[in-house]
């Protein structure tokens, strides 16, 4: 069996893997999204450059301090997160009264700022991110070659991404962080320090963000770019699944990625536009999302 | 506490004399006819395409609250389909403009049946991810020339009359186009269309349950700046002999919501003296590369934090009426 609809399996299985591989970004890229959504009602912008910042934090701690990838998987979103925390305490947060609008373009306005100040430092060209030695090659299952790379980047994002599900959906912290989406009022009256939540659930929301950039550096270029164009496919992503559940974001993300990897398959022309597509069809039929609850 | 008019994106809602509207009109009429003796006439033909088209960006942000981050596609498609007509097909200028506008009502018309499904964030979400739609289809299209765009478009003879080669003759065009335009969309703001759509704005269940069928207005207004912003498009298409990617990506949409912010969303002038703003600086700040991007970030996080009221709203509230 060398042929699947008259297109050789290698291939296939190869724009699959790629395919993937998009999706584990836009699961954890658009839980991040939704994270945030869910407690500050607003859609970060910046969650692109975030995630570009990440890849440059990796980029720059192997190229000017030597340390290797795996440090840089735990310094990147630290680093990354704690200037998450800073917009959100002094700009974002004088931002909560106003019409959540407001908040969109604040954090346009920070993407410019930071995609700017890295092209100026960095230029526009790609630079490149050696895999780590432990996950070099590739091996052999029988119909496919899978490089090992790979293979940790998908299966990483899923762990990632269920722990997420599991903290938010089934413990006590993600109770109380469920409760303050519904009501923070009653949940500050129960003496839990609200703002201070909403401050950590945006530098999580930003981490998660640079450590998809991290994960990222290795597989596509490092460039002040790589966040601009990802993130408007994201919001789409989010438009699809609704950011009304966790679950939602994970499943919507992995999947328009392997729709989009089969789109480059049959129909290279469309694989650009195949996801906003899909938005426009789930729009027409199902306003709030295939996951989510209108509010 | 901020007031409350403060809190939902664009103007208040007040009434009152329109005597100082009259005034500010003549005074910037005034303005664009006498500049070109003073300033180059290609800048100012730049200021105005792009006034008019974040005139017809605030009339949808502004008056009916939805903030569109996919407007650069009405923009950039009208303005190919109008450098098409008249390199390709060799259309007269006035038809060429004509089929460009033509083009960014049906687009809005499509797009606009699909956002309008949803308001707010979303709303911005869905238009920034059907723009983004309309530019890989660009690069792809044949006829747009992917990265090198439509170039030497000839700018023909008005009615087969005025020679557009020269400049004052193209410079009077666009000048009453732009004129027109904003007067139109002024005529649109005041008249009861205009009135119920600021109504959906500050609360779109009243007006609901008043009897408005609300999408069909929101719908209306979404096509009308679609349409206003392909007049735009095409003209300057015209002007600058060029269709090109530009136009059609994203910075672009965000570009023109920072005119309006920096004028003063939902106010009838600000996005005429924010178009001013903005292009003087991507001008002198030109040579300056990557720092251009940078300063339009601060400006725009400068705007939201302190400043959201823009040039002519602060004028407004200062003097007590609305511009």
Same mark, same amino acid.
């Given at each position: 069996?060398?042929?699947?609809?008259? $297109?050789?399996?290698?291939?296939?299985?190869?724009?699959?893997?790629?395919?993937?591989?998009?999706?584990?970004?836009?699961?954890?890229?658009? /839980?991040?999204?939704?994270?945030?959504?869910?407690?500050?009602?607003?859609?970060?912008?910046?969650?692109?450059?975030?995630?570009?910042?990440?890849?440059?934090?990796?980029?720059?701690?192997?190229?000017?301090?030597? $340390?290797?990838?795996?440090?840089?998987?735990?310094?990147?979103?630290? &680093?990354?997160?704690?200037?998450?925390?800073?917009?959100?305490?002094?700009?974002?947060?004088?931002?909560?009264?106003?019409?959540?609008?407001?908040?969109?373009?604040?954090?346009?306005?920070?993407?410019?700022? /930071?995609?700017?100040?890295?092209?100026?430092?960095?230029?526009?060209?790609?630079?490149?991110?050696?895999?780590?030695?432990?996950?070099?090659?590739?091996?052999?299952?029988?119909?496919?070659?899978?490089?090992?790379?790979?293979?940790?980047?998908?299966?990483?994002?899923?762990?990632?991404?269920?722990?997420?599900?599991? $903290?938010?959906?089934?413990?006590?912290?993600?109770?109380?962080?469920?409760?303050?989406?519904?009501?923070?009022?009653?949940?500050?009256?129960?003496?839990?320090?609200?703002?201070?939540?909403?401050?950590?659930?945006?530098?999580?929301?930003?981490?998660?963000?640079?450590?998809?950039?991290?994960?990222?550096?290795?597989?596509?270029? &490092?460039?002040?770019?790589?966040?601009?164009?990802?993130?408007?496919?994201?919001?789409?992503?989010?438009?699809?699944?609704?950011?009304?559940?966790?679950?939602?974001?994970?499943?919507?993300?992995?999947?328009?990625? &392997?729709?989009?990897?089969?789109?480059?398959?049959?129909?290279?022309?469309?694989?650009?536009?195949?996801?906003?597509?899909?938005?426009?069809? $789930?729009?027409?039929?199902?306003?709030?999302?295939?996951?989510?609850?209108?509010? | 506490?901020?007031?409350?008019? =403060?809190?939902?994106?664009?103007?208040?809602?007040?009434? *009152?004399?329109?005597?100082? +509207?009259?005034?500010?009109? !003549?005074?910037?009429?005034?303005?664009? @006819?006498? !500049?070109?003796?003073?300033?180059?006439?290609?800048?100012?033909?730049? #200021?105005?395409?792009?006034?008019?088209?974040?005139?017809?960006?605030?009339?949808?942000?502004?008056?009916?609250?939805?903030?569109?981050?996919?407007?650069?596609?009405?923009?950039?498609?009208?303005?190919?389909?109008?450098?098409?007509?008249?390199?390709?097909?060799?259309?007269?200028?006035?038809?060429?403009?004509? !089929?460009?506008?033509?083009?960014?009502?049906?687009? %809005?018309?499509?797009?606009?049946?699909?956002?309008?499904?949803?308001?707010?964030?979303?709303?911005?979400?869905?238009?920034? !991810?059907?723009? +983004?739609?309309?530019?890989?289809?660009?690069?792809?299209?044949?006829?747009?020339? %992917?990265?090198?765009?439509?170039? @030497?478009?000839?700018?023909?003879?008005?009615?087969?009359?005025?020679?557009?080669?020269?400049?004052?003759?193209?410079? @009077?065009?666009?000048?009453?186009?732009? #004129?027109?335009?904003?007067?139109?969309?002024?005529?649109?703001?005041?008249?009861?269309?205009?009135?119920?759509?600021?109504?959906?704005?500050?609360? =779109?269940?009243?007006?609901?349950?008043?009897?408005?069928?609300?999408?069909?207005?929101?719908?209306?207004?979404?096509?009308?700046?679609?349409?206003?912003?392909?007049? @735009?498009?095409?003209?300057?298409?015209?002007?600058?002999?060029?269709?090109?990617?530009?136009?059609?990506?994203?910075?672009?949409?965000?570009?023109?919501?920072?005119?309006?912010?920096?004028? *003063?969303?939902?106010?009838?002038?600000?996005?005429?003296?924010?178009?001013?703003?903005?292009?003087?600086?991507?001008?002198?700040?030109?040579?300056?590369?990557?720092?251009?991007?940078?300063?339009?970030?601060?400006?725009?996080?400068?705007?939201?934090?302190?400043?959201?009221?823009?040039?002519?709203? =602060?004028?407004?509230?200062?003097?007590?009426?609305?511009?």
């Amino acid at each position: 069996m060398n042929e699947i609809f008259g $297109v050789p399996t290698q291939a296939l299985f190869g724009q699959l893997l790629i395919g993937l591989i998009n999706g584990s970004f836009y699961a954890v890229l658009s /839980l991040g999204l939704a994270v945030i959504f869910g407690l500050l009602n607003i859609i970060n912008f910046t969650h692109g450059a975030q995630y570009m910042m990440g890849a440059f934090v990796a980029y720059v701690l192997l190229e000017r301090f030597g $340390v290797g990838y795996w440090w840089a998987l735990l310094v990147a979103p630290l &680093v990354v997160g704690a200037t998450g925390v800073l917009i959100e305490r002094l700009m974002l947060s004088r931002l909560y009264k106003l019409d959540h609008l407001y908040g969109l373009l604040l954090t346009f306005g920070l993407a410019l700022i /930071l995609q700017g100040l890295f092209r100026h430092e960095y230029g526009s060209a790609g630079l490149p991110y050696r895999i780590p030695d432990e996950l070099l090659g590739a091996r052999n299952l029988g119909f496919m070659f899978l490089p090992n790379y790979r293979a940790w980047v998908i299966v990483a994002s899923l762990v990632v991404c269920l722990s997420t599900w599991f $903290v938010i959906e089934k413990t006590r912290l993600g109770s109380t962080l469920r409760a303050a989406t519904e009501n923070p009022q009653l949940v500050q009256a129960f003496g839990i320090n609200v703002p201070r939540m909403i401050t950590l659930t945006y530098g999580f929301g930003v981490a998660l963000a640079a450590l998809a950039g991290v994960m990222a550096a290795p597989v596509y270029q &490092v460039s002040p770019q790589m966040g601009a164009d990802l993130i408007i496919v994201v919001f789409a992503v989010v438009v699809i699944g609704g950011m009304g559940s966790i679950m939602g974001s994970i499943v919507t993300g992995f999947g328009l990625g &392997v729709i989009e990897g089969l789109t480059k398959v049959f129909y290279p022309e469309a694989s650009n536009t195949v996801i906003f597509i899909i938005m426009a069809i $789930v729009l027409m039929i199902k306003p709030a999302g295939l996951f989510g609850a209108q509010r | 506490m901020a007031d409350a008019q =403060e809190l939902a994106i664009g103007a208040p809602a007040r009434a *009152g004399s329109l005597r100082h +509207q009259r005034i500010a009109l !003549a005074v910037m009429i005034a303005f664009f @006819a006498l !500049a070109p003796a003073l300033i180059y006439p290609v800048f100012l033909m730049k #200021v105005m395409c792009f006034a008019l088209f974040a005139c017809a960006f605030n009339l949808l942000v502004g008056y009916g609250g939805l903030l569109s981050f996919g407007h650069a596609m009405f923009l950039g498609a009208a303005g190919y389909v109008s450098a098409h007509a008249a390199k390709v097909w060799g259309f007269p200028p006035e038809l060429a403009i004509l !089929a460009g506008t033509a083009a960014a009502t049906l687009l %809005g018309a499509l797009s606009g049946l699909i956002a309008i499904r949803r308001q707010g964030i979303y709303f911005a979400m869905i238009t920034l !991810a059907l723009a +983004q739609m309309v530019f890989f289809f660009s690069v792809q299209a044949p006829f747009t020339g %992917g990265e090198d765009g439509i170039q @030497a478009v000839p700018r023909g003879r008005l009615f087969g009359l005025l020679d557009l080669s020269r400049p004052s003759s193209m410079y @009077a065009l666009v000048f009453a186009i732009f #004129v027109g335009g904003f007067l139109l969309i002024s005529r649109i703001i005041h008249s009861p269309f205009g009135q119920v759509l600021k109504a959906i704005r500050e609360n =779109e269940q009243r007006a609901l349950s008043l009897g408005y069928d609300t999408d069909r207005y929101k719908l209306l207004a979404f096509i009308l700046s679609a349409a206003l912003s392909g007049l @735009a498009g095409a003209t300057k298409a015209l002007v600058f002999q060029l269709a090109s990617l530009t136009d059609v990506h994203w910075t672009m949409s965000g570009e023109v919501v920072l005119m309006c912010l920096v004028g *003063g969303l939902g106010t009838v002038f600000g996005p005429v003296v924010g178009a001013f703003v903005i292009v003087a600086m991507a001008n002198y700040l030109a040579q300056l590369g990557a720092w251009v991007t940078v300063v339009q970030g601060a400006v725009f996080v400068v705007c939201v934090l302190t400043f959201r009221r823009g040039v002519i709203g =602060e004028l407004g509230h200062w003097l007590k009426k609305p511009f």
